[in-house]
């Protein structure tokens, strides 16, 4: 076997830039602003790089689409349209650094998904190639695992050889150069690779050939038994409901959805072997996969549905009614058309996912509908006037966890202007109130979140929902100092303090220990020397003052207490964590206590 060239290699990668330039570029801007992330120059965020990915799949497929047609032009005019979408996604929708819009988080998901989608579909639009529409897919699925290997084996040679270097001559490299390596080697070499081997005659693909012998025995072997163990439990399950006539549990929900992807995957990847005599095995599943999938989408709405009426519809949900509802119709299809052409299912899976994400019907405006929806039907039950609360009444403990509850999900969510029709006070000053500090819209400290929570659903239920303690913990409080700024001077002896609730007696020496004790009259340290307490320090003034502010970073100065009684003591608290429980108010403690 003769191995090729680097004048060869070089002219293949010339080529590939040549047919997806747009692509590529995608990739190395993609690239270079996630290496900018890694110390935070140039203002850089996740969004940036987020739209870039999305924009190397979108352009990928443009291209392609063009190419099958032979139209330069319209591979010119496809690219610069692209990289208007990107942008405009990016500037309006794409996740912030932290992911905490969920919105946005799940809109990037989907949409990546529909990318890749387009580009196994985008050659065939207009074409009925069957056998070239699978082998298409199969060297692209065959060339995204094969970039992977060659990717890794890159970077950990790459990566072995530095580090090497680096020991050998002393060269003190920065350990950042392992992160830009792999970002090159993943985001640029693999993208590149890639599309190096994307087939250029398109139509020489319908031509028979022999099916790949791996593939084979990859989806005989693996694939379909898989299929058939998940059927067995789900439908030893399904009796199990039948007998003792219960309702689904909500994971059954998840494994019918796994069932269904391994399935869909094993019967598009052994589509040629259909009337292959010599895998009747395979040709065995193609037949009975589908129908047996069609009881299966009954338990699947039994479970959804089930919890769907007992707490409304949120997002996930949503996709599990939505996926269910296209498996059904993909399966009957596929029972009852003679043609059960594979092409459909992505396809059809590019329209919902669009669907899912855009418009009034999205997830995300039917999530929020139903569950402000929800909120209205419990004032109506307890004759609360709509759009004209701002005193709550007492509820039962069950009415008064679903308030929560969907008072939660709106703050989590950063909608909580989707409720104001359900309030008399404006719920912008409520929040300009609680977090007045310069957020993004809609994007709230954890702290903040709770306050808001609370605020939000007392004005509904004045019943507090049985909790644990995590859940009644309300605000942390930290100092926005360090320790190299604290004073220290007149003081000989530091100790770190750890403390929660009303913990055991902490050893700090051979001589000093300090324990915290709190109830509903005190909150203070005991200090004591052996076994004599000879000194406290008072909390409950700092809670006074820290209950009434708006910010969780305090200045180190009013963090710090001093102790009374013999033994002088300083406490410089680092962060404190406050609970709504008048018994324990102070959940955990992290500071610094001096001794003279």
């Known amino acids: 076997m003769k191995l090729p060239s680097f004048s060869y290699l070089a002219g293949m990668a010339k080529i590939s830039f040549g047919r997806f330039y747009a692509t590529l570029l995608f990739a190395i801007c993609g690239s270079y602003l996630a290496m900018l992330m890694i110390n935070d120059n140039a203002g850089t965020n996740i969004g940036a790089v987020l739209s870039c990915s999305l924009g190397l799949s979108l352009s990928l497929a443009g291209s392609l689409f063009a190419e ?58 207009g074409h009925n190639d069957r056998k070239g529409f699978w082998r298409y897919n199969q060297l692209l699925f065959s060339r ?73 025995i990859f989806v005989q072997y693996i694939l379909i038994p898989l299929v058939f163990i ?103 299809y596929f029972v009852f058309s003679k043609e059960q052409n594979i092409r459909i299912i992505p396809r059809s899976l590019i329209v919902i996912g669009l669907l899912s994400v855009l418009g009034p019907w999205s997830a995300f405006s039917v999530s929020e509908y139903s569950q402000r929806l929800r909120l209205a039907h419990i004032m109506k039950k307890y004759n609360l006037p709509v759009g004209g609360t701002n005193k709550g009444v007492a509820m039962s403990v069950d009415d008064a966890k679903e308030v929560h509850a969907i008072v939660a999900y709106f703050v989590e969510k950063g909608s909580i202007e989707k409720l104001q029709p359900l309030y008399s006070v404006s719920l912008s000053g409520v929040v300009k109130e609680i977090a007045p500090v310069e957020n993004e819209p809609g994007r709230y400290s954890w702290d903040q979140r709770r306050k808001l929570e609370k605020e939000l659903a007392t004005m509904i239920c004045t019943t507090k929902p049985q909790t644990d303690v ?25 100790h770190e303090l750890h403390l929660y609730g009303n913990s055991d007696i ?88 001096l001794f003279k």
């Open 230 to 332: 998940y059927m067995i439990i789900l439908y030893a399950y399904g009796l199990k409901i039948l007998f003792t006539w219960q309702l689904p549990r909500g994971m059954v929900s998840m494994l019918i959805m796994s069932y269904s992807v391994v399935g869909i995957l094993a019967v598009l990847l052994s589509e040629p072997l259909r009337t292959d005599a010599s895998a009747s095995w395979v040709r065995l599943f193609s037949r009975i996969f589908f129908r047996a999938t069609l009881p299966l989408i009954v338990l699947l709405y039994a479970a959804t549905w089930a919890r769907v009426g007992k707490y409304g519809i949120t997002e996930s949900r949503y996709f599990l009614s939505l996926l269910g509802l296209w498996l059904g119709i993909i399966s009957l």
């Open 68 to 125: 099958r047609r032979g139209n330069k032009n319209l591979k010119h005019i496809l690219s610069v349209v692209t990289v208007g979408i990107v942008w405009a996604y990016w500037f309006w929708l794409a996740p912030s650094n932290e992911f905490e819009d969920i919105n946005r988080t799940i809109t990037y998901f989907v949409l990546v998904i529909v990318a890749h989608l387009m580009v196994a579909v985008a050659p065939y639009v």
């Open 506 to 593: 902490t050893e700090l020496s051979d001589s000093i220990s300090v324990q915290m004790k709190q109830s509903s009259e005190q909150v203070m340290l005991g200090i004591k020397k052996g076994d004599l307490q000879t000194g406290q320090v008072d909390l409950k003034p700092l809670l006074q003052r820290l209950s009434k502010a708006k910010n969780s970073d305090q200045p180190a100065d009013s963090l710090t207490i001093f102790s009374a009684g013999a033994t002088e003591a300083k406490v410089i608290i680092r962060s404190i964590s406050l609970s709504d429980s008048k018994k324990t108010p102070i959940n955990s403690l992290d500071a610094l206590i």
């Open 144 to 216: 995204f695992i094969l970039s992977g290997i060659f990717s890794a084996a890159l970077f950990g040679g790459l990566a072995l050889a530095i580090g090497a270097s680096d020991q050998l001559f002393e060269l003190d490299l920065n350990r950042d150069i392992f992160l830009y390596l792999w970002i090159a080697v993943a985001g640029v070499f693999s993208t590149w690779f890639f599309v190096a081997g994307i087939p250029q005659d398109f139509e020489s693909l319908n031509e028979e050939r022999v099916f790949p012998v791996m593939l084979k």
């Open 470 to 494: 995590a859940e009644d913990m309300i605000q942390t409080f930290g100092c926005n100092g360090t320790t190299e700024g604290f004073n220290i001077s007149g003081y000989s002896r530091a």
